[in-house]
């Protein structure tokens, strides 16, 4: 992220993340986040001049019910992202190649993240 700060409000007021540790990041104190992740491998978020340079989906969590958590995240103020050459539903859901569905959203930097289900 390039602020800090508006990471927070991203990462933990919308997304409702839990921080599991907070620290250094270059040399910028508390410039750094871990945050955890439905119990498995944890997100690292940091202040960096290069956020949000990739195109690249950099993360992607897999649920069980894409609807409810679109839902759930659609109301905390997370809009998701819509590609012209993919149909979307009205939530901003599409079919997922191989089967399932998908959905992207960005953070503030324009780093992107995916919700997936396999039904």
């Known amino acids: 992220m390039s602020d800090i700060q508006r990471a927070v409000a991203f990462y933990e007021g919308k997304l409702g993340l839990e921080v599991l540790q907070s620290g250094p990041s270059a040399r910028i ?63 901003g859901i599409t079919a997922r190649a191989g089967g399932g569905r998908i959905a992207w959203f960005q953070d503030p930097d324009g780093n992107t993240f995916a919700i997936e289900a396999d039904v």
């Open 29 to 91: 104190p508390g410039g750094s986040r871990v945050y955890g992740s439905g119990g498995g491998p944890a997100l690292n978020v940091y202040q960096s001049v290069t956020a949000g340079t990739t195109a690249a989906t950099l993360a992607t969590w897999y649920v069980d019910d894409i609807d409810q958590i679109v839902d759930e995240l659609t109301s905390a103020g997370v809009e998701f992202t819509r590609y012209a050459e993919f149909e979307h539903d009205a939530k």
